[in-house]
C-alpha cells in the first residue's frame, strides 16, 4: 500500500501564492503518476494536475499558467506551486498517485484546506 499526505494549504488574498506537498510512504517504487485534483464546497471533485514518472506534467485549463507541479522521485514527493489565486481556487486539495500512466488513482490523500479571500 501507498500512503499520501498533503501539507501546505492555508488562508491566503486573492493574488497569492502557496505551494502544497504531498509526501508518498509505503510502496513508492510501485508508483507512475502522481496528481492533484480539488473539491470545492458543493461541488464535484475535478482534476487540477499530474505528472508521470518522466517528470512529463499535465494541468487543467482552469489552473494552466497558474500552477506548476513537480515530484522529486528520491524523496517520494511531488509539490504543486499555486500562484494567483483567486476565490474560486477555494477547495480542498488532494494529492492521488497510481501504478498505471493512465487510468484511475490508487491512493489518495486527506486534502488540505486552500481558502482565497477576495
Known amino acids: 500500500q501507498v500512503q499520501l499526505v498533503e501539507s501546505g494549504g492555508g488562508l491566503v488574498q486573492a493574488g497569492g501564492s502557496l505551494k502544497l506537498s504531498c509526501a508518498a510512504s509505503?510502496?513508492?517504487?510501485?508508483?507512475?503518476?502522481m496528481g492533484w485534483f480539488r473539491q470545492a464546497p458543493g461541488k464535484e471533485r475535478e482534476f487540477v494536475a499530474s505528472?508521470?514518472?518522466?517528470?512529463?506534467?499535465t494541468f487543467a485549463d482552469s489552473v494552466s499558467g497558474r500552477f506548476t507541479m513537480s515530484r522529486d522521485a528520491d524523496k517520494n514527493t511531488a509539490s504543486l506551486e499555486v500562484n494567483s489565486l483567486t476565490p474560486e481556487d477555494t477547495a480542498v486539495y488532494y494529492c492521488?498517485?497510481?501504478?498505471?500512466?493512465?487510468?484511475?488513482?490508487?491512493?489518495w490523500g486527506q486534502g488540505t484546506q486552500v481558502t482565497v479571500s477576495s
Open positions: 492521488a498517485a497510481r501504478r498505471l500512466t493512465q487510468g484511475e488513482y490508487d491512493f
Open positions: 509505503g510502496r513508492t517504487f510501485s508508483l507512475d503518476a
Open positions: 505528472i508521470s514518472s518522466t517528470g512529463g506534467a
